[in-house]
């Protein structure tokens, strides 16, 4: 038997209203807790699905995201599926930004080593661009806490340049502009 949240969001789509609907009812029904269940379920048949969500959810409301910090570092690394991958990156960028900003969240000194040791490996993985522009975003974001960050950082970028497309040189152009500052 298939719960409220599993038909939801086996009936939403890849469009930007569709996870957004699904993100407002997960919100309204407080429902994280099990969105974030099938999200980390690498097996369910939602789990996609319940990644594109939970970005949205975190975008909104990255605070209710908190008690799911370290089950998300430990299912990060594991993930396979790019259309997971995107998403879970992005959440990553979410929690970087924050954990800098003063009435943002803490991240604690293992869940920072955690993430920035996967984002580092999936920067130099044959990931999809989008996923990899969100590794580096969260980096940097990371690197102004962690100077050795950076350093790695730009060692990555000006290797990895030629070999990538127009999308990824543009970020990783910008990117080096603010990292040679």
């Known amino acids: ?17 569709s996870r957004i609907s699904a993100c407002n009812y997960a919100i309204r029904k407080e429902k994280i807790e099990e969105l974030t269940q099938i999200a980390f379920n690498l ?32 299912v990060l690394p594991t993930l396979k599926n790019d259309s997971a991958i995107r998403p879970a990156t992005k959440i990553c960028f979410f929690l970087a930004k924050s954990n800098h900003r003063k009435n943002g969240i803490s991240l604690t000194h293992d869940q920072e080593h955690n993430l920035i040791e996967t984002l580092i490996d999936r920067l130099i993985q044959d990931e999809k661009v989008a996923a990899k ?3 580096m975003k969260a980096l940097f974001v990371f690197g102004k806490k962690y100077d050795w960050i950076n350093n790695e ?21 910008n990117l080096l502009k603010k990292l040679n500052k």
Do not use: G
């Open 133 to 135: 522009v969100y590794c």
């Open 43 to 74: 097996y369910h048949q939602s789990h996609v699905m319940a990644f594109w969500t939970l970005e949205f959810v975190c975008e909104k409301k990255l605070k209710s995201f908190v008690p799911f910090i370290n089950s998300f570092c430990e």
């Open 1 to 17: 038997m298939l719960t409220e949240l599993e038909i939801k969001l086996l009936e939403s789509d890849a469009h930007r209203t």
């Open 153 to 173: 950082l730009k060692e990555i970028l000006v290797q990895d340049f030629p070999n990538h497309s127009a999308a990824y040189k543009s970020a990783s152009r």
